[in-house]
T-cell receptor
Framework: DTGVSQDPRHKITKRGQNVTFRCDPI?????LYWYRQTLGQGPEFLTY????????KSRLLSDRFSAERPKGSFSTLEIQRTEQGDSAMYLC??????????????FGPGTRLTVT | DQQVKQNSPSLSVQEGRISILNCDYT??????FLWYKKYPAEGPTFLIS?????DKNEDGRFTVFLNKSAKHLSLHIVPSQPGDSAVYFC????????????FGTGTSLTVIP
């Protein structure tokens, strides 16, 4: 168990550019989540995958955001035409359903995006 | 529309004493609650959880209490240790939105040696 990893850890980009982040979940976890966290706030749900299927998306998620999880392994989150308001920490988490229906998620260290 | 609220941004406690972190929620459809701990430059780490069919869950020094009628949960840490100093988030899952989890804004706990 090497934990959830995210790449890159930091990204600085200019407004209008596209960025892509990668998340590698814990290998036996079939559930993968993306969150966004801004200063002074808790993580905000963006989207959820079960295996390769994207089953849920936040209604707050702009059309500029897209996520994929090909083959049900790693996932990518792309933001097109970045805006300064996209500056945040992007967190990935993975989980598997526990025997008692538990829902603990294991988080990666996050990718900090700064849009200038 | 903050459905999970942590009204105390910070808390300081002496080492060895009890730390009590509070969380309130508004959505009666929440059926599962979790507490996470976060150190700087790291992602949140799962701490303890409770299903809405229970009112208490205990794991070592950590106990979570759920009061459904008051829509309130709390995390008790006894005894508090300096290594417990971190930001604590409560989170909740709603029955009708499946796998969306709603997080509070966090409480920064400082345990003073």
């Amino acid at each position: 168990d090497t934990g959830v990893s995210q790449d890159p850890r930091h990204k600085i980009t200019k407004r209008g550019q596209n960025v892509t982040f990668r998340c590698d979940p814990i290998s036996e976890h079939n559930r993968l989540y993306w969150y966004r966290q801004t200063l002074g706030q808790g993580p905000e749900f963006l989207t959820y995958f079960q295996n390769e299927a994207q089953l849920e998306k936040s209604r707050l998620l702009s059309d500029r955001f897209s996520a994929e999880r090909p083959k049900g392994s790693f996932s990518t989150l792309e933001i097109q035409r970045t805006e300064q308001g996209d500056s945040a920490m992007y967190l990935c988490a993975s989980s598997r359903r526990g025997d008692r229906g538990t829902y603990e998620q294991y988080f990666g260290p996050g990718t900090r995006l700064t849009v200038t | 529309d903050q459905q999970v609220k942590q009204n105390s941004p910070s808390l300081s406690v002496q080492e060895g004493r009890i730390s009590i972190l509070n969380c309130d929620y508004t959505n009666s459809m929440f059926d599962y609650f979790l507490w996470y701990k976060k150190y700087p430059a790291e992602g949140p780490t799962f701490l303890i959880s409770i299903s809405s069919i229970k009112d208490k869950n205990e794991d070592g020094r950590f106990t979570v209490f759920l009061n459904k009628s008051a829509k309130h949960l709390s995390l008790h840490i006894v005894p508090s240790q300096p290594g417990d100093s971190a930001v604590y988030f409560c989170a909740a899952r709603s029955k009708n939105t499946g796998n969306q989890f709603y997080f509070g804004t966090g409480t920064s706990l400082t345990v003073i040696p």
